[in-house]
């Protein structure tokens, strides 16, 4: 069986050409979970190989409005990925910033104030101090993250964004 130009498609299968007898070459998809037999088993040849290397999967370019949507979804997620404040891991997410957000304003009344904090590994007591440098490093995260969408943003309107600028930059 002649094989040519596979490559990946968006859906992780692959697409390629195959020399059919009456035909000639015809598009063909092949996939691990085909209902008919010759697509599962032409999905594995080229996976093992037998056909040569499968090409990559080429995404047509973003839009201007797909970047800006793409580069709002990502600054989401690094947003509230966490980060290790003096070792100690702090979820960033939406509900975790609010409560830390409550919590400083309580250290800041109260320098007395101790805070239960429950960390992945289990619960810690903060002094009102840590509480706050906690809470100033959640803020300069996120300020840090959004700045990063602006900088981005700005790549997009003048033309010089990359895909490859979407893993690059943010804070950790």
Same mark, same amino acid.
């Given at each position: 069986?002649?094989?040519?130009?596979?490559?990946?498609?968006?859906?992780?299968?692959?697409?390629?050409?195959?020399?059919?007898?009456?035909?000639?070459?015809?598009?063909?998809?092949?996939?691990?979970?085909?209902?008919?037999?010759?697509?599962?088993?032409?999905?594995?040849?080229?996976?093992?190989?037998?056909?040569? !290397?499968?090409?990559?999967?080429?995404? !047509?370019?973003?839009?201007?409005?797909?970047?800006?949507?793409?580069?709002?979804?990502?600054?989401?997620?690094?947003?509230?990925?966490?980060?290790?404040?003096?070792?100690?891991?702090?979820?960033?997410?939406?509900?975790?910033?609010?409560?830390?957000?409550?919590?400083?304003?309580?250290?800041?009344?109260?320098? !007395?104030?101790?805070?239960?904090?429950?960390?992945?590994?289990?619960?810690?007591?903060?002094?009102?101090?840590?509480?706050?440098?906690?809470?100033?490093?959640?803020?300069?995260?996120?300020?840090?993250?959004?700045?990063?969408?602006?900088?981005?943003?700005?790549?997009?309107?003048?033309?010089?964004?990359? !895909?490859?600028?979407?893993?690059?930059?943010?804070?950790?």
């Amino acid at each position: 069986m002649n094989i040519k130009n596979p490559r990946y498609n968006q859906r992780g299968t692959i697409d390629c050409e195959v020399e059919h007898e009456a035909l000639g070459w015809i598009p063909f998809t092949a996939s691990p979970d085909d209902d008919n037999e010759f697509g599962r088993e032409l999905y594995a040849s080229l996976i093992s190989g037998t056909h040569g !290397a499968i090409g990559l999967y080429a995404q !047509a370019p973003l839009t201007p409005e797909q970047q800006v949507a793409r580069i709002a979804e990502r600054r989401y997620e690094v947003e509230t990925s966490g980060i290790t404040v003096d070792g100690m891991a702090i979820n960033t997410d939406d509900r975790a910033k609010t409560l830390i957000n409550g919590s400083a304003i309580k250290a800041m009344r109260n320098p !007395a104030y101790t805070l239960r904090w429950k960390t992945p590994e289990g619960f810690v007591d903060l002094p009102s101090a840590q509480v706050l440098v906690m809470a100033e490093a959640v803020a300069d995260f996120v300020q840090g993250c959004f700045d990063r969408e602006a900088d981005l943003l700005a790549a997009v309107g003048d033309g010089t964004f990359t !895909a490859a600028m979407l893993k690059e930059g943010w804070p950790v």
